[in-house]
């Protein structure tokens, strides 16, 4: 009885799933933009204003390695099987690629997959956001692809042109848009408009691809050529699972460009024709149909149901012994550089090339011959076992973080008992030669001040909290915090960053002092480095920053030597803007001075316990929350090993906190907190 019941259940769930498909079929779908409600943007791609960025631009973050998404958020039957029919399609879109150099990467793609298909995993540079190298050309990738490509990979013609890709980034049809004769003047990356409409008709199965070069950028009455440029003949039904996704994808690699999309329509018509399924008839009678195809879809169901299972199955229980081997490599890194490469790339690691020296080898900028791409490479002196524990630690950790304030990793190698790796290099150096060089035009302006300590707050933040694993750096200092082009901060990784100083801070850090006035106090005692001493790092640095002055100066002897005494007893005083760097002139906002100054001081506090973590700090200096207590008086540290001499007395006046207008918190001095 049981049993029976669950029969007539599944028959009727089945009845409904087969109803349901059948009405899905029905209707056409389509779908423009703008407006964005119908899409989705997956990972890097985001809505701008009215444009997709595909992949990361110049105000997110970095722009290499990127990969975006657009896709339509609903599921799109394509063809059906149990009818064999086959839907046409159109889409239109128009976008823009701006190169950042000559030599810019990688391109952008109009794609169908598998409704559940997600960007695979190191799916950037050439693989155009749909492959990777373990998954590149296998079948069951599924997807058809037309590729607007802007760089020359081996398997390509040349970095401007059009391709039609099945299951894989290599092309089965391509056409180079530098011999076609209308756009010889223009390339897809220029930074203009490019209309494109890719078309394909179910009934004759050709798919066609429409190019327009649109410099006006207008979004209405475009005239769609008559011709197409790119026309292939192909069965999708071959290819594709009946019920797909369709998106436009982009990536960008160690070289990049901005991509972006400004309009997209698409549409897909149903000719529910079932002439063009090859082994139907139409002849027999209503019922008989109905029952076989109620029939056919039911064992398709099951036969899905099944294979599905058997398949990922399958993938779970047996994969191939190459894909062990690339995964083991991949676990790795980003990239694998040969030896041959990476001394090419410097001349034989010819002095003139030399960076920077450091404690376990040198920094050597590299011109990879590829891609003309400028590198920092770090070559670790042989025989130092604690450049082998780091490269190990480099490569193992480092690599894997992603984030716009840290120095990128882009590849290792260890050949011939080297060991190499390679950086992303940022030409414009370190921070302390901005801040303690004494010429004007090197002196860097607050506000680039102020953003460069909420970037350093914010890779902090990523390394202590956002990342699988907590990370401490445990030698945060100015020398090691790198800026771009832009100035943003980009907080170098351990060893490099060590290494990539001038000579002659290089050799200061050996000395006990200057390393030491970073360190937290109870870092020094016990060696254990924690978040919490990161944090007090952060406090020196952000005094460096705002007093631009080393954390140990040595006119300073009054206080021991110590920045953080000075500070905090000008504070007292209610002269803490005395403190200011006098390099800047008074060109400074003393309000947002203040704030850095007392987040320097908050974060030396002796006590580990009463530091902020880096999180409330950037909230601090982005305003979002007031400043904790502090209380007026230096705490004296509990380590013998700082013991501050200052004994000031307790003031119960208080000049500094009458002073204050804006800062809101009870929290700020030592008579409102009692
Ligand atoms: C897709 O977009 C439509 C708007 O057209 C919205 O109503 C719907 O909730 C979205 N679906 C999903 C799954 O996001
Ligand atoms: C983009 O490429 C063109 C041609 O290769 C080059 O002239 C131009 O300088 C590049 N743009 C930028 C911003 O580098
Ligand atoms: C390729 O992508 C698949 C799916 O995301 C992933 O399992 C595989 O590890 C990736 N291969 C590489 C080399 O990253
Ligand atoms: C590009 O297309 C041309 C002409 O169809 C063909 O000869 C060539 O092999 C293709 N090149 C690549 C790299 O696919
Ligand atoms: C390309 O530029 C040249 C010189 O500016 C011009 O004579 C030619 O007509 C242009 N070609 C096309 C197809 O626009
Ligand atoms: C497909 O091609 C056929 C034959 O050229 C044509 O009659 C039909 O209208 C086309 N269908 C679509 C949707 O364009
Ligand atoms: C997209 O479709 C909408 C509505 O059908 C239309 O108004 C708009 O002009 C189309 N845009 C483009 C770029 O074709
Ligand atoms: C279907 O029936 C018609 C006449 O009713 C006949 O002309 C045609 O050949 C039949 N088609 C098939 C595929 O049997
Ligand atoms: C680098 O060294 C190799 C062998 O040591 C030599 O053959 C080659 O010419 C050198 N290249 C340069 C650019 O010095
Ligand atoms: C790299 O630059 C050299 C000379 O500057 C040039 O000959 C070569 O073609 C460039 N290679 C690439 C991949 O751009
Ligand atoms: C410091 O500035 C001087 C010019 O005043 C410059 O020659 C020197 O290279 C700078 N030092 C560093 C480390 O940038
Ligand atoms: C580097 O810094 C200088 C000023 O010191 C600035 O003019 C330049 O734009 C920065 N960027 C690069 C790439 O040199």
């Known amino acids: 009885m049981a049993k029976r019941s669950a029969w007539t259940l599944f028959l009727f769930f089945s009845l409904i799933v087969t109803l349901f498909s059948s009405v899905e079929c029905a209707g056409n779908i389509s779908f423009s933009f703008p407006p964005q409600t119908d899409i989705k943007v997956d990972p890097d791609a985001y809505f701008q204003g009215d444009t997709i960025q595909l992949t990361r631009n110049e105000f997110v973050g970095d722009l290499g390695w990127s990969v975006g998404w657009a896709t339509y958020n609903q599921s799109v039957p394509l063809w059906e099987k149990s009818s064999g029919a086959l839907a046409s399609f159109t889409s239109h879109f128009q976008f823009l690629i701006r190169n950042s150099s000559s030599n810019s990467a990688d391109g952008l793609t109009f794609f169908i997959a598998p409704f559940d298909f997600k960007p695979p995993a190191n799916s950037w540079g050439e693989w155009l956001g749909l492959f990777n190298l373990t998954t590149d050309g296998i079948l069951s990738n599924q997807v058809v692809a037309v590729e607007f490509d802007t760089f020359q990979d081996s398997f390509d013609p040349n970095d401007n042109h059009v391709g039609i890709d099945v299951n894989s980034a290599v092309s089965v049809a391509n056409v180079s848009l530098s011999s076609e004769g209308k756009f010889l003047n223009n390339t897809l990356k220029n930074g203009q408009a490019w209309d494109s409409w890719v078309d394909y008709n179910g009934s004759t199965k050709q798919l066609q691809v429409f190019l327009l070069y649109n410099p006006s950028a207008n979004l209405y009455n475009i005239p769609k050529p008559r011709s197409p440029i790119l026309s292939y003949h192909i069965d999708l039904r071959d290819y594709i699972p009946e019920i797909v996704t369709v998106g436009l994808s982009a990536s960008t690699g160690l070289a990049f460009e901005t991509h972006t999309v400004s309009a997209w329509n698409c549409s897909c018509t149903y000719s529910l024709d079932i002439s063009s399924a090859p082994s139907r008839t139409r002849n027999s009678s209503w019922k008989i149909i109905l029952i076989s195809l109620f029939v056919c879809l039911l064992v398709i169901c099951c036969f899905l149901f099944i294979a599905r299972r058997c398949y990922f199955k399958q993938r779970e229980a047996r994969p191939e012994e190459g894909d062990i081997e690339l995964d083991e490599q991949f676990a790795q890194g980003p990239f694998k550089f040969s030896y041959a490469q990476l001394s090419a790339a410097t001349h034989n690691f010819s002095d003139d090339e030399i960076l920077g020296r450091g404690g376990f080898g040198s920094v050597y900028r ?309």
């Not at 840290?406 to 150096?429: A, I, K, S």
């Not at 460096?544 to 300073?556: N, V």
């Open 366 to 674: 590299g011109i990879l011959p590829t891609t003309n791409e400028t590198v920092a490479i770090k070559r670790i002196a042989q025989g130092s076992r604690q450049g082998r524990k780091e490269y190990i630690s480099e490569v193992t950790i480092i690599n894997k973080l992603r984030h716009r304030n840290l120095v990128r990793l882009l590849g290792w190698c260890h050949e011939q008992g080297e060991l190499l790796l390679v950086y992303e290099f940022l030409p414009n150096g370190s921070l302390d030669k901005y801040i303690f060089n004494g010429s004007k035009e090197d002196c860097l302006n607050w506000q680039r001040r102020y953003s460069v300590a909420c970037g350093i707050a914010s890779a902090l933040i990523y390394l202590h909290e956002e990342w699988d694993q907590r990370v401490v750096h445990r030698d945060v200092k100015a020398s090691i915090v790198l800026l771009d082009s832009n100035f943003k901060a980009k907080l170098g990784d351990f060893g490099l960053a060590r290494v990539v100083e001038s000579d002659h801070a290089a050799s200061r850090t050996t000395m006990v002092a200057g390393t030491r006035g970073y360190m937290a106090p109870e870092y020094i005692e016990s060696g254990k480095a924690s978040s919490e001493s990161d944090v007090c790092s952060f406090g020196a640095v952000a005094l460096e920053i705002a007093c631009g002055r080393h954390p140990i100066d040595y006119s300073l002897e009054e206080y021991d030597l110590k920045v953080v005494a000075w500070v905090w007893d000008l504070r007292r005083q209610g002269k803490l803007l005395d403190a200011a760097d006098k390099k800047l002139e008074g060109n400074f906002s003393s309000w947002e001075m203040e704030v850095l100054m007392l987040v320097g001081l908050l974060c030396s506090h002796p006590d580990p316990k009463a530091r902020p973590t880096m999180r409330e700090v950037l909230k601090i200096l982005e305003f979002d929350s007031p400043l904790p207590y502090l209380p007026l008086n230096m705490p004296v540290p509990v380590y013998a090993d700082i013991l501050i001499s200052y004994a000031g007395s307790s003031s119960t006046s208080l000049p500094y906190a009458k002073s204050k207008r804006k800062i809101s918190g009870p929290l700020m001095s030592d008579t409102e907190a009692r």
